[in-house]
């Protein structure tokens, strides 16, 4: 039967309008089913990390908020903060979207809030006024320094409004230069800094050609260094060594782990090896050329370690301890180990250096640790069979792992 123009389009407004109100239920039907399985008891909302209490911000400035929650037992649960029922006290201050993410209008208080499967959260107040940046505030942070030992430093700006906020951008300098060394915070406007050479040291926080500086003292409690010794490593492999600090504190030493602070360098063998002196590798050796090298980790002029590492020839194959068919049981534990050479040698071993997975995607099989402690563990969960890989420094080796 056909359908005369005017009852198409009556049926087709009516679906439009039922597929709209279907979409308008939605997050109605599935928040409260979230806000029960994640037992909700308490919602808050969340600055930027950054964030200056009481926050002000710049009309036209974005600010993503987030959500944070608690759950029956008083623990805290993540909870998204996308797609969620945002709201602010008054729309002709400030607008708010469905993500959290905060927009002012014109300059004026305004309270944030929001709402998950009928747990709201208590408002945020938000002043929204327009200020430019006056002056650097005060540098937060310890005013002593253990040399080494990074501490963390920040300060935030002062506005024209009276204001103090989080700055988007600051540079960081020392003088004397070579008496510290710092990186950028995980925060806009923080640093961690180590000092090196002990006396007074001048930190300063620069931000649109505005500075704030402060004098703080670095003492002399770092007795000495010291590094492993009796190390090898293969000259396609690497080693992540560490630096330990012995330090006189109150009558006592203590020993604390200064390994991302020193600089690293290599004093002989720079063929055989080199040495990362950057943010994320610092001490971490690679092997080139079979051999020897000495590496030194230094704290300033005055305090330093050397070691020297043997350098093996290129590792080309991994073996097995006890061959790689593997018979289990479901519910069998059982701890896989490999070295390097041609056939299995226990000073060899690099089974906790090597990167551990079942190969496929169905690991229902048997599951294999990747964790430190517990590297090529195998727990065998169901029958059936499986490979295992280990690979270390590129070079990779199958187990057969039969479950029955």
Request: net charge negative.
């Amino acid at each position: 039967m056909k359908l005369s123009p005017v009852l198409r389009f009556s049926v087709l407004a009516f679906c439009t309008l039922l597929l709209s109100a279907c979409e308008g239920d939605a997050r109605d039907l599935t928040e409260p089913v979230e806000a029960g399985r994640l037992n909700i008891s308490s919602l808050q909302i969340v600055p930027p990390s950054a964030a200056i209490i009481p926050l002000t911000v710049n009309p036209d400035k974005a600010t993503a908020f987030t959500l944070a929650g608690i759950n029956a037992s008083g623990q805290d649960i993540v909870i998204d903060a996308a797609n969620r029922r945002w709201s602010v006290s008054n729309a002709n201050i400030a607008a708010v979207n469905e993500n959290g993410v905060f927009t002012g209008l014109q300059e004026g208080e305004v309270d944030v809030y929001a709402l998950v499967g009928g747990v709201s959260a208590p408002p945020f107040t938000v002043d929204v006024s327009f200020g430019i940046l006056s002056d650097i505030g005060d540098i937060e942070g310890n005013m002593a320094l253990q040399p080494c030992l990074a501490q963390t430093y920040s300060t935030s700006g002062v506005f024209s409004d009276g204001s103090r906020r989080a700055l988007d951008s600051v540079s960081w300098s020392v003088e004397p230069q070579e008496s510290g060394t710092f990186e950028v915070g995980t925060e806009s406007g923080s640093i961690h800094l180590s000092g090196t050479t002990s006396g007074p040291i001048t930190l300063t926080a620069t931000s649109n050609n505005l500075s704030g500086s402060r004098v703080l003292n670095i003492d002399n409690t770092l007795e000495a260094i010291s590094l492993p010794d009796g190390l090898s490593l293969a000259a396609n492999a690497t080693l992540q060594l560490a630096a330990q600090g012995s330090y006189s504190a109150s009558g006592e030493n203590e020993i604390k782990n200064i390994t991302d602070a020193v600089a690293w360098s290599i004093t002989q063998g720079e063929n055989q090896a080199n040495v990362g002196n950057t943010a994320g590798s610092k001490g971490l050796v690679s092997g080139m050329a079979e051999g020897s090298a000495e590496v030194q980790a230094n704290c300033g002029p005055d305090v330093s370690a050397r070691t020297t590492l043997t350098i093996t020839p290129a590792v080309t194959q991994l073996v097995a301890d006890g061959g790689t068919d593997v018979n289990l049981s479901v519910g069998q534990l059982e701890p896989l180990r490999i070295s390097t050479g041609s056939i299995y040698d226990r000073n060899m071993d690099v089974t906790r250096l090597a990167t551990w997975d079942v190969v496929g995607v169905d690991d229902s099989v048997v599951s294999v640790s990747d964790a430190s402690d517990t590297k090529g563990e195998v727990m065998a969960l169901a029958r059936g069979e499986v490979i295992v890989r280990a690979t270390y420094n590129s070079v990779s080796i199958n187990f057969t792992v039969d479950v029955n």
